[in-house]
Structures are given as C-alpha cells and as structure tokens.
C-alpha cells in the first residue's frame, strides 16, 4: 500500500554531515509517524529517529540526540534526517519506517512499524 524509497547515503569522513530523505508514494494517511531505524554489520536494528504526523513532536535515540535533526514535509511526503557530527559508530544501513497511528515514542519500538523501506548504506570513515 506505502511504498518507502531512501537516497542520500553515501561515504563521508567523521565530523562530517550527510541528508538522508525519504520519500512515501501510494496511499496516503492523515496520521502516521515516520522515522529511521539503522542497521550495521553484525548487530541488531536499532531505533535512530522519528516524527509525528504534524511534525510538532520528534523523538531521538540517546545516541544521535543532538546531532540529527528530522523534518518532514507533507506536500511531498517526505521526511529527512540532517546528520551532523558523524562518527564511525553512525556506520549502518539507514531504513525509513512509518507507523499508522503511532506516536513517536510508540515508534522507538520496531513491532509497531507498518512500512519499511530497503535502506540506503552510510559509512563513515575515521
């Protein structure tokens, strides 16, 4: 029904910056979070980010907090994840996920995700 595309990932050196955006074609919803999960080598998705529907609430993992800064833009339904102050440990596959009627704590949580995008791979290079 909801088809998740990402672009934007690519090799970057730390400290540096990347954008990610996600961009949600087929039905559309009034009410959905968005977000990212991440995914490196060898270990288990983990929850990075996510944004309400209005884009008045967003909610961080520890570990990205004040570094990433998501948007979303509803004309194009659209969302996108500033990376800043990139380090080694930021190196994973980023996935786009939505949730229906989730809130973005609610979303911290893989189970509650209804759409998953294929990812799209960052690496960052010390």
């Known amino acids: 029904q909801v088809q998740l595309v990402e672009s934007g990932g690519g090799l970057v050196q730390a400290g540096g910056s990347l954008r990610l955006s996600c961009a949600a074609s087929?039905?559309?919803?009034?009410?959905?979070?968005m977000g990212w999960f991440r995914q490196a080598p060898g270990k288990e998705r983990e929850f990075v980010a996510a944004?309400?529907?209005?884009?008045?609430?967003?909610y961080y993992a520890d570990s990205v907090r004040g570094r990433f800064i998501l948007s979303r833009d509803n004309a194009k339904n659209t969302v996108e994840l500033a990376m800043n102050i990139l380090k080694a440990d930021d190196t994973a596959v980023y996935i786009c996920?939505?949730?229906?009627?989730?809130?973005?704590?609610?979303?911290?949580?893989?189970?509650?995700?209804?759409?998953w995008g294929q990812g799209t791979q960052v690496t960052v290079s010390s």
């Open positions: 996920a939505a949730a229906v009627g989730s809130t973005v704590w609610a979303m911290s949580n893989m189970r509650v995700v209804d759409y």
């Open positions: 944004i309400s529907w209005t884009g008045s609430s967003t």
């Open positions: 087929g039905r559309t919803f009034s009410s959905y979070a």
